[in-house]
Nanobody, 123 residues
């Protein structure tokens, strides 16, 4: 069974940090690009960051560039999203998704989606 599981969310004050993890199983993880997406209440889903299957290509949306860093450890079938200097507008449910294409923050490029993890940034 193909599975992607996001974890690592939580409650953090503005300016704090969190590291999200996306663990994959049931497929050839190192053949898949992974994207992180988020959705806040009342807002559309937003692509945040992506990483190619080998990890040599990454991309982040402008609002998180320099603040969020995506990386992967294919030996552990895991992709990470390090989020620094978090702001209230980063509050959302974060999902990871896997696709056989290149690094992209377009949701329709991804076939496999996991359950999300809640990130709440508040004082």
């Amino acid at each position: 069974e193909v599975q992607l599981q996001a974890s690592g969310g939580g409650y953090v004050q503005p300016g704090g940090s969190l590291r999200l993890s996306c663990a994959g199983s049931g497929f050839d993880f190192d053949d898949y690009a992974i994207g992180w997406f988020r959705q806040a209440p009342g807002r559309e889903r937003e692509g945040v960051s992506c990483i190619s299957s080998s990890g040599d290509v990454t991309y982040s949306t402008d609002s998180v560039k320099g603040l969020f860093t995506i990386s992967r450890d294919n030996a552990r079938n895991t992709v990470y999203l390090q989020m620094n200097n978090l702001k209230s507008e980063d509050t959302a449910v974060y999902h990871c998704a896997g696709g056989a294409g290149f690094c992209s923050i377009m949701a329709n490029e991804y076939m496999q989606w996991g359950q999300g993890t809640q990130v709440t940034v508040s004082s």
